[in-house]
T-cell receptor
Framework: EAGVTQFPSHSVIEKGQTVTLRCDPISGHDNLYWYRRVMGKEIKFLLHFVKESKQDESGMPNNRFLAERTGGTYSTLKVQPAELEDSGVYFC????????????FGSGTRLTVV | GNSVTQMEGPVTLSEEAFLTINCTYTATGYPSLFWYVQYPGEGLQLLLKATKADDKGSNKGFEATYRKETTSFHLEKGSVQVSDSAVYFCALLGGTSYGKLTFGQGTILTVHP
């Protein structure tokens, strides 16, 4: 089966611009997660979708971040306007069941805000 | 809340050396513990896991034992290879984090021939 696909793989934008990251989960996986790793630090949870509903968005840093999952398939994470501290690697993961059993991560999007 | 503290790197070893990467955790209840690996240019891959105390996870020559008494899950490999060069993340699931992983900060491992 195809894995979790994220794109772009890299994005360099200027402070104040808007960027949209996309994640295509494994087909049939209801659970979709976004995580972020800021340079050299731990990977932190951002939010969790179950189908098209936000189950937990407690990790979203502020209202400049907007995540959607229309139709319960792919998800987008928009940052608007981007700030320097938003730079990092954004990971997406999906699973059929809640929890780690069957959790598959994408290769991540490296976002650099200059 | 949950937290994971991981040995800081980077760690640099010669091929065939013994590897230990320390990981300790704080969590309520009985979490499951994981090691993830990220090879250059790739995504996070599950390396091994343990779901209860005294379980030993193993894969590709790596091992880690879930020690509840010391709240630890140290990663070990008896003889590393150049191809093991990667970033290693310790993580937990459970306790107060229903469905989401709590990660350590990652340890960069570089193995030289």
């Amino acid at each position: 089966e195809a894995g979790v696909t994220q794109f772009p793989s890299h994005s360099v934008i200027e402070k104040g611009q808007t960027v949209t990251l996309r994640c295509d989960p494994i087909s049939g996986h209801d659970n979709l997660y976004w995580y972020r790793r800021v340079m050299g630090k731990e990977i932190k949870f951002l939010l969790h979708f179950v189908k098209e509903s936000k189950q937990d968005e407690s990790g979203m840093p502020n209202n400049r971040f907007l995540a959607e999952r229309t139709g319960g398939t792919y998800s987008t994470l928009k940052v608007q306007p981007a700030e320097l501290e938003d730079s990092g690697v954004y990971f997406c993961a999906s699973s059929h069941q809640r929890g780690n059993y069957g959790y598959t991560f994408g290769s991540g999007t490296r976002l650099t805000v200059v | 809340g949950n937290s994971v503290t991981q040995m800081e790197g980077p760690v640099t070893l010669s091929e065939e050396a013994f590897l230990t990467i320390n990981c300790t955790y704080t969590a309520t209840g009985y979490p499951s513990l994981f090691w993830y690996v990220q090879y250059p240019g790739e995504g996070l891959q599950l390396l091994l896991k343990a779901t209860k105390a005294d379980d030993k996870g193993s894969n590709k020559g790596f091992e880690a034992t879930y020690r509840k008494e010391t709240t630890s899950f140290h990663l070990e490999k008896g003889s590393v290879q150049v191809s093991d060069s990667a970033v290693y993340f310790c993580a937990l699931l459970g306790g107060t984090s229903y469905g989401k992983l709590t990660f350590g900060q990652g340890t960069i491992l570089t193995v030289h021939p």
